[in-house]
Structures are given as structure tokens and as C-alpha cells.
């Protein structure tokens, strides 16, 4: 079971720690819509530099419901983290039910060619109270 809307992993030296929180102003509940923002913090702890080149999530809600996302880089950015330097970036995602996780991996890239996935752990998406 993933912790409560914060995960904190590092993967050959890059540290990815989200934090989630639910959005109620963009919510429906009446209507199964359920927003969620996420925070992602992204730190190079390594040695060398390492470009992030695309991000794979996998968006599980509680009905066991998968949606996977897939594509170049993140909010439209490939960043290239040098030892040391980190990139931040928020988003969101919307579920059908008022619980579910997220996880992933964003496929990093080396300067001598080689390729790596920084593993994203799971997190939860939840509300913060119940709503009945």
C-alpha cells in the first residue's frame, strides 16, 4: 500500500519525491470527479549529469481501474540535472473514485550513451476526509 500522497525514492543516483494532495475546487464528487494535484521533485545525487527523456505512470483507482501515461519528458521539458541540481514541476490527474496511486519511471539519459529508469515509488491519491 502506497504512503499517504508522499513517495521518495532514488534510482543510480536520481532522487524522484512527489507529494500529492487532492484538489477540491476542480472536484465533483457528485459526479465521480476526483482531482488530484502532484508535486514532482526530481534531484540529481549522482556523480555525472543525466537528462530525463520520457515518463511512464502507471494510475491505478480504487475500482483496480489502470491508466497508463506515457511520453517524452515532463510538462513539455527534458531537463538535464548536472550533480546537484534538481527540477520541480507540478500536475495533475483526474480519478473516478476518491482513492487511488500512482507510480512510474522517468527514463533518465547519460552523456556516455547509456539509459536508465529512475524508479518513481507509489504514492496515494486521497481525500484528505471522508465525504459522507
Known amino acids: 500500500m502506497?504512503?499517504?500522497?508522499v513517495s521518495n525514492m532514488a534510482t543510480h543516483g536520481i532522487r524522484v519525491s512527489v507529494k500529492a494532495e487532492y484538489v477540491p475546487?476542480?472536484?465533483?464528487?457528485?459526479s465521480h470527479r476526483y482531482v488530484f494535484a502532484y508535486t514532482v521533485r526530481i534531484?540529481?545525487?549522482g556523480q555525472g549529469p543525466a537528462q530525463l527523456r520520457s515518463?511512464?505512470?502507471i494510475i491505478t483507482d480504487a475500482d483496480g481501474k489502470i491508466d497508463e501515461v506515457q511520453g517524452p519528458g515532463v510538462v513539455?521539458?527534458?531537463?538535464?540535472l548536472r550533480p546537484g541540481e534538481h527540477f520541480e514541476y507540478t500536475s495533475g490527474c483526474v480519478l473516478g473514485t476518491p482513492r487511488g496511486e500512482m507510480r512510474g519511471?522517468?527514463?533518465m539519459f547519460r552523456a556516455d550513451g547509456s539509459t536508465f529508469d529512475a524508479e518513481i515509488a507509489a504514492f496515494?491519491?486521497?481525500l484528505p476526509y471522508s465525504l459522507n
Open 25 to 30: 475546487e476542480q472536484s465533483s464528487p457528485k
Open 55 to 57: 515518463r511512464h505512470w
Open 124 to 126: 496515494a491519491l486521497a
Open 43 to 45: 534531484e540529481n545525487e
Open 2 to 5: 502506497a504512503a499517504r500522497g
Open 105 to 107: 519511471t522517468y527514463q
Open 76 to 80: 513539455g521539458q527534458q531537463p538535464l
